[in-house]
């Protein structure tokens, strides 16, 4: 075992990063080795001061469009896995439908002192060698490698948001006040299956994130790993919802940039052309021009042709029924702004050990977000707001029931 560890540290001596003139190619996969120019000097995370800062490695998704269009610029996605070597897991399919940039860290792994360097060796090199909108950074991982990738937006700059599968933030947060520290505006989408130990750090997480940092939690019935595929496209439906289609009152300070928007706002109308129901046809468009708007892109030749299209196929799809998609608007609204109070309010008190837990009052207020979810979805059923919201109503039960279980034991 010991002349393993040797001849690994000689290894990552004598690495030699992979050149950035390298040619990538679109929907493919490549491995990349890369080293930390220089090592970080201020670290909670005492160990990772200590890594090596030579001999990383990293798989690279490209999309495929990215060589077809030279100029177009795109997100990025960090994963990390708690055995390393880190794949797309259940987020593949929406990451290539997307058109995502990824980068899946090789020695990040549960308790191996290097995910630190590897996070930072492989973001340094992904910025230059790919064309990555501004402040357009993301990440994922599953249990520890979620607690690894909370980490990310205190060393790097541009986060927009952060996916946590299975686990909380890192443990040492709460302690020294961590969650304080984390950056204003960074959205946080949190799952939990039913059967996980940690899901108690869904409600840490609710009492101690900033106020600022919108966050949503995804309960589901299954066993412990990733998502299921639905689950994950809602979290990225949700983290969309709050970054491009709305007005961002509490955007971060690395505001999510006209790059960032096009990328999101392509994906949408090409969603929008293909969708054949006409409710759901209907909110694609409203959001299209919504997200053109906040993203100020309409000085774009190819917006502006998108807006005349779409105008005239909202048109033929609203008729006799304005009304009554107004009225739905409205009272979608008046969820959203259910939600947020919720979520205001269980802002308060201690966590009651590793349980999960909420008052009298708390829970009063969750019954009443579930009454409000459940009698929209009976009015407006087969809307494409209401199908937004019965994705996340499931979850509430599930919480609600798994928080029973607890007070159970």
Known sequence: MKFLYLLLAVSMLFAKPTPLSLKLKGDATTLIECNLAKPIEKSPF???????????????YIPA????????KFPVMF??????KAGMTTLKQRLIDDHWIVVMLIESKEGDENW??????????????????????FAAGLGEGARYVSSYPLFRKGFQGIFCHGAGFYKGFSKKNYYKWFKDGIKVAMSFDDTNANAYEAHKLRRDLNKECKYRLFFY?????WAPTDIVNDMMNWMNNQIFAQKDRDAPKAKASKDLFFWHYSNHVR????????????QLIKDCLAISRYGRLSSKRVIRIDSIYLLKELEKIVGRKTKLKEEIASKYNRILSQEESFLIKTRRGNLRGDKLWLTRAELKNMDNLIRTIDSFIKKYPDTALANRVDSYVKCLKIEKEMIAKAKEK
């Open 116 to 137: 630190l360097n590897n996070f930072l060796a492989a973001h340094d090199d992904v910025m230059k060698r790919c064309r990555i909108a501004k402040n357009g950074k």
């Open 221 to 225: 019935k299954g066993e412990n790993s």
């Open 65 to 72: 469009n990215y060589t077809k269009y030279k100029t177009l």
């Open 79 to 84: 994963i990390s896995s708690p055995t390393g």
């Open 46 to 60: 005492k160990k990772a001061l200590t890594a090596p800062l030579k001999g990383y490695h990293y798989n690279l």
């Open 271 to 282: 969603r929008a052309k293909l969708e054949t129901n006409d409710q759901t046809k209907y």
